[in-house]
């Protein structure tokens, strides 16, 4: 934990953002050099214009390949795009734009100016999956998009991602397609006839699309904003300084809300946010040290909220409880929307990460719910939510989404927003906080003690970590309980890419981590803090075993 975790950053701190801006076009990528091509990770490409690993070269390269992407695909339709409040997001955004309509796609941006220009994650799942409802697989007009940002990353950095009709994040065959395509114009050189200023008349003008209208008048389909209404709560929500920061104000416009929009606005070096944990600037929900900005007003309000910068990322703050660890309070909202949706399918299941908290398992158990336990990335929970499979899917890193109250989707990628309302929900139909309800189920299911470590992993270590099987496994016990599973693919199939050992108290899992030399090893006791302790220890002993 760096010294100044949860203290306001000093000027050093803060990002150049006019040569960070000159850098996005003044640097030029090699390709040759790994750190410099382009990669899509679980969230997309991301880098920073000051290291050459987001540039103009980049996001030209990789807006010609999802053109050609689409074309390969059939999909002629519209392509919605939209930005977050990062520095390089929106030259980015006007890079994409400039390549996407010379290639001659029929471009969506969004039609909002000044703080009503910034568009959320779920906002263009959300559109994408309105223009799609009711239309073939093989539909020649469906919609994707594009989503410029980094998410919670640091001010300096920017990213992009694709989500394909689904709406949701794309698959490792769309991406990596596109990555090797991108990377083959980076080598080229043919990226800068593209990124090159167009003549005024391009083939296709962009259109412009209201993302925060339909957004917002949508949301009653998803959320109880009359019980918000009329239980006169008063809740806070801080965007954080991201894209949600209009949005705020429209929900308590549109609804009547007594709802108090927090911060000052937006901010591209985000000086107004308290240190991470590390001493470095993020938009963060679920940290602790970031959340600090908002602490102050924990007892003014019933239930203050806050949104990474493209709001898809949630964090809750209860009067009693202070906030929440994201674990907790997807519990709490599985077992709220299990209860007060009975519109939902009874066959459909609820969807969660492997590293997520088995507090989870026990609820959708006692809700006789089938429970999709899946790889870690959102991507994974997209199948289920678009064809009413699984009515929620959450990961431990606070992002999560889930259905309309018909059971029908309302965005396929992560939600802050929504999550964020349904704290208010949960409160005004219950008269409990959200971390009241989470105290109810420790009562009855037991209080999980939950962590992640990490450990050194060499390079060698981590590939053969990755590709274990469960045979590779012959330990009977786990921190002195008898192991009942052992498990190196998720219950949908998927690989999870390292190792998940249970037993009736206890779990961990392994993982290597991609950016680093170390594996990060999750553990949850429901024996208490100590004896997960011994799980961890125990853990580790058994991977290095494994892997000798």
Request: proline share 7%.
């Amino acid at each position: 934990m760096d010294v100044r975790a949860g203290l306001l950053p000093r000027p050093e701190d803060l990002v150049d953002v006019d040569a960070l801006v000159r850098a996005y076009s003044e640097v030029v990528p090699d390709p040759e050099v790994p750190a410099q091509r382009v990669v899509f990770g679980t969230s997309g490409h991301r880098g920073s214009a000051l290291t050459g690993s987001f540039n103009e070269a980049h996001i030209a390269a990789i807006a010609a390949a999802v053109a050609e992407y689409r074309e390969s695909q059939g999909i002629r339709g519209p392509l919605f795009i939209g930005a977050d409040t990062h520095a390089l997001s929106a030259p980015a955004e006007h890079t994409a734009v400039s390549v996407l309509t010379t290639l001659g796609v029929h471009v969506l941006t969004n039609a909002g100016q000044g703080d009503e220009a910034y568009v959320p994650t779920p906002a263009l799942s959300h559109a994408i999956l309105t223009h799609n409802r009711g239309r073939a697989a093989d539909d020649p007009d469906r919609a994707d998009g594009i989503i410029v940002t980094p998410s919670h990353n640091p001010p300096g950095d920017g990213g992009i991602k694709y989500n394909p009709p689904h709406g949701g994040p794309a698959d490792t065959d769309a991406t990596g397609w596109i990555a090797q395509r991108a990377n083959a114009l980076l080598e080229s050189g043919e990226w800068w006839a593209l990124a090159a200023p167009q003549p005024p008349s391009a083939p296709v003008a962009p259109g412009a699309y209201d993302f925060l209208g339909a957004y917002v008048e949508g949301l009653a389909n998803a959320i109880d904003m009359k019980a918000i209404r009329e239980s006169g709560i008063r809740v806070a929500a801080h965007p954080l300084g991201g894209a949600s920061v209009a949005y705020w104000s429209a929900i308590r416009d549109r609804y009547e809300l007594d709802l108090t929009v927090l911060g000052a606005g937006v901010d591209p070096q985000f000086g107004f946010l308290h240190l991470d944990w590390d001493g470095k600037i993020r938009m963060d929900p679920s940290s602790a040290q970031v959340m600090s900005t908002v602490a102050p007003y924990r007892d003014e309000f019933a239930i203050v909220t806050g949104n990474d910068a493209d709001a898809d990322r949630h964090g809750i703050l209860t009067r009693d409880g202070g906030l929440m660890n994201p674990n907790h309070f997807l519990a709490v909202a599985i077992d709220y929307l299990l209860e007060h949706r009975p519109d939902w399918p009874a066959t459909a299941g609820v969807g969660k990460t492997l590293v997520s908290s088995a507090m989870i398992d026990r609820v959708v158990a006692a809700h006789g719910r089938r429970l999709d336990e899946v790889p870690v990335g959102f991507k994974w929970f997209v199948p289920g939510l678009s064809v009413g499979s699984v009515v929620f899917g959450g990961e431990e890193s606070a992002g999560a989404s889930f259905q309309r109250f018909d059971g029908t989707p309302w965005s396929t990628d992560k939600d802050g927003i929504l999550l964020c309302l349904l704290a208010a929900e949960i409160q005004a139909v219950t008269g409990q906080s959200p971390s009241e309800r989470y105290a109810q189920l420790v009562e009855r299911f037991g209080e999980p003690a939950y962590a992640r470590i990490d450990a050194p992993a060499t390079a060698e270590q981590k590939a053969r970590l990755s590709a274990l099987a469960a045979s590779d496994v012959t330990d009977a016990e786990l921190a002195g309980d008898p192991i009942t599973s052992i498990a190196t693919e998720a219950s949908n199939g998927a690989a999870i890419g390292g190792l998940k050992v249970s037993t009736e108290r206890a779990w961990f899992a392994a993982r290597p981590s991609g950016t680093e030399d170390v594996m990060k090893i999750y553990a949850e006791s429901f024996a208490g803090p100590n004896h997960l302790i011994e799980v961890q220890a125990a853990a580790q002993a058994l991977v290095a075993r494994v892997l000798s």
